[in-house]
């Protein structure tokens, strides 16, 4: 499979992920050519906004399908972007994953047919004294009220809420349920902006810490390359069984916990930057994992405790073609499947291939 993925590419005239140059962050052409495919997007996105069912936004979108999609996998072999040494190279891992997410919301606006609805927040409410009545409200986890029913209003295209959109993910503001699922999580004091930072700092600092020794434990487990930027086998075959599948049981929990806190701190930092240096409402930013730990079953894992930002493309993608062929059984089929292709993808841009054989053969 990995051979062939390459042949595609090649054939393609994508650039060899091996031999790529690296990214000058002070050359304009390489800001130009990562900027590229977000234009495709921008005007995808307008014109599902603005006319989702007029034939000539229909068949604009179709052709700009092909070109954004090209664009978007040229920009992640375009340059090594982990530019200062092997230990940076998940920041190619990181341009692969944003640009796989962007690519699959332009494959959803271009098939979209209705312009997404934004939910009118009303005006934040604060936990009422003793003696006041609740009128049109329920009390929330940390003392706001929450809207009975939020009412919604349709975008009109500009360029603000273009932008808006599709830098929620989540649909936080577009999406009554899923909005509804996030703010329940939340258990910081969103009224106090002073406690919410507090708060979202304590996480952070605990977050990183356990992420420090996830990764201190996997480095010291007797695996070569495990825990290194080359990378190596969860399986050591000169160490006899049982032992051996103890350490890589340990090898596993501790990269899930390291993905979850890695995740976890990674949205800490956004909420503090955005709520504290930006001023933004501390209620847009509830948290991305409901207690993964917690989970009773793999369908609730994934379905309910894992974190949700990518949510929405399995299921209005990959479950929905899924689905559409195979009944229930398919759209899980095809939202994992999706899933697969998109952790596949971004390792492939880290320069890792898809099959470590097939990797160290390329370099030959």
């Known amino acids: 499979m990995a051979e062939t993925m390459s042949s595609l590419l090649a054939t393609l005239k994508i650039p060899n992920v091996h031999t790529r140059p690296p990214f000058n962050p002070l050359s304009l052409n390489d800001w130009l050519v990562v900027a590229l495919p977000h234009a495709f997007l921008l005007t995808t996105t307008r014109l599902a906004m603005t006319a989702p069912r007029d034939p000539v936004s229909q068949a604009t979108r179709l052709l700009l399908l092909p070109v954004g999609l090209y ?39 271009t098939f979209s047919r209705t312009p997404p609805q934004k939910i009118v927040k009303p005006p934040p409410a604060t936990k009422p004294s003793d003696g006041d009545t609740q009128v049109d409200g329920v009390y929330g986890q940390n003392g706001a009220t929450k809207p009975n029913g939020p009412e919604t209003a349709a975008t009109t295209g500009t360029l603000k809420e273009v932008i808006e959109y599709l830098c929620d993910p989540r649909l936080l503001h577009y999406d009554t349920r ?12 969103t009224t106090n902006r002073a406690s919410f930072l507090l708060s979202t700092l304590f996480l952070y600092l605990i977050h990183i810490l356990l992420l420090d020794i996830f990764q201190t434990t ?75 730990w917690l989970s009773t079953s793999i369908r609730e894992l994934w379905s309910k405790r894992w974190h949700l930002v990518l949510r929405v493309f399995f299921t209005s993608i990959g479950a929905k073609v899924g689905g559409a062929l195979l009944g229930d059984f398919g759209a899980v089929l095809g939202a994992f499947t999706l899933s697969g292709i998109l952790h596949d993808w971004t390792i492939w841009g880290m320069g890792k291939g898809m099959d470590p054989a097939s990797t160290r053969n390329s370099r030959r």
């Open 71 to 109: 664009t978007y996998a040229y920009v992640v072999a375009f340059r090594d972007y982990g530019v200062g040494g092997p230990r940076f190279n998940p920041w190619n891992y990181g341009v692969g994953l944003f640009n796989f997410a962007a690519a699959l919301k332009l494959l959803e606006m």
């Open 178 to 189: 899923m909005a509804q699922n996030s703010h329940d999580l939340e258990t910081r004091d």
């Open 218 to 292: 996997i480095q010291s487990l007797p695996n070569p390359g495990l825990g290194t930027p080359e990378g190596g086998s969860i399986f050591n075959d000169a160490i006899p069984p049982p032992f051996r599948y103890i350490i890589s049981s340990t090898a596993v929990l501790c990269t899930g916990g390291s993905v979850y806190c890695g995740l976890q701190a990674g949205h800490n930092v956004l909420t503090l930057v955005a709520v504290g240096l930006l001023g933004q409402d501390p209620y847009d930013y509830p948290p991305i994992f409901d207690k993964p």
